[in-house]
């Protein structure tokens, strides 16, 4: 697989396949224009519930619903041709019991025409996988540091640090494999707990805070380029520094605006 031959869309099988190849690359995308841009560079696009944090402004992931997921994939399905969408199922919309996941699941993939759907949780989650896989929704797994928790648990903390919550990531990332998930997020944990999960799962890991033991990485569009600045996790690296280029832009035409600079002559429209 390539992220250069942009002539099929990437499928779960394929991207499957990329398991011990070339790294995976992955990045969240929320919108259309953002998506395009990305689609020709990308493996695989996240429309990640991240989005409640860097594009609504929430202090956590939880507050997203549904129809906000799927109003983002839909744009994000319809913006890109080349790599694989898969959209992250909210908090609340999958735990209560596999029958509502699977319908929820069921519902993303008809009204986003995404290619799967992701879910964050180990063990406690591989019957719900293992129904909405025997349904006919790809899944993508989601273990160790798992967001939609964090506020629960007190914050946002590193997993696997002591040889017990080790055992409980990798047993987790064992579960989701065998339940059928076709990939794996590992997030926020050390590099022999990435490395030991990469090494027994036969399905593609893609780290985030989890080292370079993965197949692939994802992270958060908006942390790449620069433009969600409330604060920055170690294992961001930033590539862009859009928010400066927006402030900057903003800058000058305020600056225009007020000394009559802007509108100017070739702005105008004449009578004919
Ligand atoms: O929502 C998201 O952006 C994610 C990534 C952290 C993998 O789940």
Same mark, same amino acid.
């Given at each position: 697989?390539?992220?250069?031959?942009?002539?099929?869309?990437?499928?779960?099988?394929?991207?499957?396949?990329?398991?011990?190849?070339?790294? &995976?690359?992955?990045?969240?995308?929320?919108?259309?224009?953002?998506?395009? &841009?990305? =689609?020709?560079?990308?493996?695989? &696009?996240?429309?990640?519930?991240?989005?409640?944090?860097?594009?609504?402004?929430?202090?956590?992931?939880?507050?997203?619903?549904?129809?906000?997921?799927?109003? !983002?994939?839909?744009? $994000?399905?319809?913006?890109?041709?080349?790599?694989?969408? $898969? *959209?992250?199922?909210?908090?609340?919309?999958?735990?209560?019991?596999?029958? #509502?996941?699977?319908?929820?699941?069921?519902? *993303?993939?008809?009204?986003?025409?995404?290619?799967?759907?992701?879910?964050?949780?180990?063990?406690?989650?591989?019957?719900?996988?293992?129904?909405?896989?025997?349904?006919?929704?790809?899944?993508?797994? !989601?273990?160790?540091?798992?967001?939609?928790?964090?506020?629960?648990?007190?914050?946002?903390?590193?997993?696997?640090?002591?040889?017990?919550?080790?055992?409980?990531?990798?047993? =987790?990332?064992?579960?989701?494999?065998?339940?059928?998930?076709?990939?794996?997020?590992?997030?926020?944990?050390?590099?022999?707990?990435?490395?030991?999960?990469?090494?027994?799962?036969?399905?593609?890991?893609?780290?985030?805070?989890?080292?370079?033991?993965?197949?692939?990485?994802? &992270? *958060?569009?908006? =942390?790449?380029?620069?433009?969600?600045? #409330?604060?920055?996790?170690?294992?961001?690296?930033?590539?862009? =520094?859009?928010?400066?280029?927006?402030?900057?832009?903003? !800058?000058?035409?305020?600056?225009?605006?007020?000394?009559?600079?802007?509108?100017?002559?070739? !702005?105008?429209?004449?009578?004919?």
């Amino acid at each position: 697989m390539s992220a250069n031959d942009t002539t099929a869309r990437i499928d779960t099988e394929t991207f499957r396949a990329g398991k011990g190849g070339t790294p &995976l690359v992955c990045l969240t995308a929320y919108t259309a224009p953002i998506a395009k &841009l990305l =689609d020709a560079h990308c493996d695989l &696009l996240l429309v990640g519930d991240s989005l409640a944090m860097v594009v609504y402004g929430m202090t956590s992931t939880v507050g997203v619903d549904l129809d906000t997921m799927i109003r !983002h994939g839909k744009a $994000v399905t319809g913006a890109s041709k080349h790599a694989l969408v $898969v *959209v992250d199922m909210p908090a609340g919309s999958y735990e209560t019991s596999p029958e #509502e996941a699977v319908a929820n699941a069921r519902r *993303v993939i008809a009204e986003t025409g995404a290619g799967a759907i992701k879910l964050e949780g180990g063990t406690d989650m591989a019957a719900t996988i293992a129904a909405i896989v025997a349904a006919g929704v790809p899944v993508m797994g !989601h273990v160790g540091l798992l967001p939609q928790r964090a506020e629960a648990e007190g914050g946002f903390r590193i997993k696997g640090r002591n040889d017990a919550e080790a055992r409980r990531v990798v047993d =987790d990332a064992v579960a989701v494999a065998k339940a059928g998930a076709f990939s794996l997020v590992i997030e926020g944990t050390i590099e022999p707990v990435a490395r030991e999960i990469t090494e027994t799962v036969d399905i593609p890991t893609i780290g985030i805070g989890a080292s370079p033991a993965c197949d692939g990485q994802v &992270l *958060v569009i908006d =942390d790449v380029i620069g433009l969600f600045t #409330e604060f920055q996790p170690k294992f961001v690296k930033r590539y862009g =520094d859009v928010a400066k280029a927006v402030s900057d832009a903003a !800058h000058s035409y305020a600056d225009d605006v007020r000394s009559r600079r802007f509108p100017g002559k070739g !702005h105008v429209y004449d009578a004919e």
